[in-house]
């Protein structure tokens, strides 16, 4: 059984995520894409949401990246998502302790797998 992140977790998820969601935009980009995340069990998934092709009053969710906390071992892992839509440990910097490192790598995206 997987235990959910505790409180003081979830306030440190809202407050080093909040920010990288909630970033300024211009109108006419905020109508075409918002950025979110949600929490499910030990992790924590960011997306990006864009109205549907072909029915634009839908918006559809695309996950852009996984952390998740191993309890054993005190440490988040990073995982990206490849074309065949399974999760992935990101491999240049797979896990740290602290959340931050792994949210700037997600950021900087350096590999390009996050963003695109």
């Avoid at 211009?26 to 949401?49: N, Q, T, W």
């Avoid at 998740?68 to 892992?77: G, L, N």
């Avoid at 990073?78 to 992935?88: A, E, G, T, V």
Wanted: proline share 9%.
């Amino acid at each position: 059984m997987r235990l959910p992140l505790t409180e003081v977790q979830l306030a440190q998820v809202a407050r080093l995520i909040e920010p990288l969601v909630n970033q300024p935009m211009p109108a006419a980009a905020r109508a075409k894409l918002r950025h979110g995340y949600r929490v499910d069990g030990m992790a924590v998934i960011l997306f990006e949401s864009r109205p549907r092709f072909d029915r634009p009053k839908e918006w559809r969710d695309e996950d852009v990246a996984k952390f998740r906390y191993v309890a054993r071992q005190r440490v988040w892992r990073l995982y990206c998502q490849f074309r065949d839509l399974k999760w992935h440990l990101y491999e240049p910097y797979p896990e740290s302790p602290a959340l931050e490192d792994l949210i700037a790598q997600v950021k900087r995206d350096p590999t390009c797998i996050f963003w695109g």
